[in-house]
């Protein structure tokens, strides 16, 4: 079955940026959509097919997917994006979700 | 704004079946342009897919899960329904449905989700 690779954890300063990466074999082939989930939250979609995001998600957040790796990039980031972020694409017919990373805005 | 709203036991024996029901308001279940999904969170832990079903009653299912799990329609009550059979308490966890858009197989917008617990 197939597998999507997250960081643990990844750590930015306010204002800075974020980068959490999404690991699969050749993932740059597949579509791949992100998630945010806040605390006792269900998820909202932040970014799907790889670069495109939903009304009302700020400009701050995009995607890229090339090769193995696909990257959700938090810009300028406020005590407000500190969440657990998901990765997912679709594969032989079988909805697939990454590990998840939890961002710390210090 | 389309919501979604999920109900069911809070609590289920180990054996039985776990039921839960996905009501969709301020919009239609009978859209040929979308998938209807359930998916699950244990505590503490990340996002599993269970499977998806079309206002036709046609649906995908997880491999892993697909021996225990039903996923049906009623349209006319705007509803969509999990049946998991024989659960343990791996199954613990909270269950989400959420709309499935079938040309990319996103999920938006979600439910708020609703915890199940196995227990005797």
């Known amino acids: 079955s197939y597998e999507l690779t997250q960081p643990l954890s990844v750590s930015v300063a306010l204002g800075q940026t974020a980068r959490i990466t999404c690991g699969g074999d050749n993932i740059g082939d597949k579509n791949v959509h992100w998630y945010q989930q806040k605390p006792g939250q269900a998820p909202v979609l932040v970014i799907y097919?790889?670069?495109n995001r939903p009304s009302g998600i700020p400009e701050r957040f995009s995607g890229s997917n090339s090769g193995n790796t696909a990257t959700l990039t938090v810009s300028r980031a406020q005590a407000g994006d500190e969440a657990d972020y998901y990765c997912?694409?679709?594969?032989?017919?079988?909805?697939?979700f990454g590990t998840g990373t939890k961002v710390t805005v210090l | 704004q389309l919501l979604l709203q999920e109900s069911g036991p809070g609590v289920v024996k180990p054996s039985e079946t776990l039921s839960l029901i996905c009501t969709v308001s301020g919009g239609s279940i009978y859209d040929i342009n979308y998938y209807w999904g359930w998916i699950r969170q244990p505590p503490g832990k990340g996002l599993e897919w269970i499977g998806s079903v079309y206002y036709t009653g046609g649906t995908y299912y997880n491999p892993s899960l697909k021996s225990r799990i039903t996923i049906s329609v009623d349209t006319s009550k705007n509803q969509f329904f999990l049946s998991l059979t024989s659960v343990t308490a791996a199954d613990t966890a909270v269950y989400y449905c959420?709309?499935?858009?079938?040309?990319?197989?996103?999920?938006?917008?979600w439910g708020q989700g609703t915890l199940v617990t196995v227990s005797s």
């Open positions: 959420a709309r499935d858009e079938p040309t990319g197989n996103w999920f938006d917008p």
């Open positions: 097919r790889d670069i």
């Open positions: 997912q694409v679709w594969d032989s017919s079988t909805g697939v």
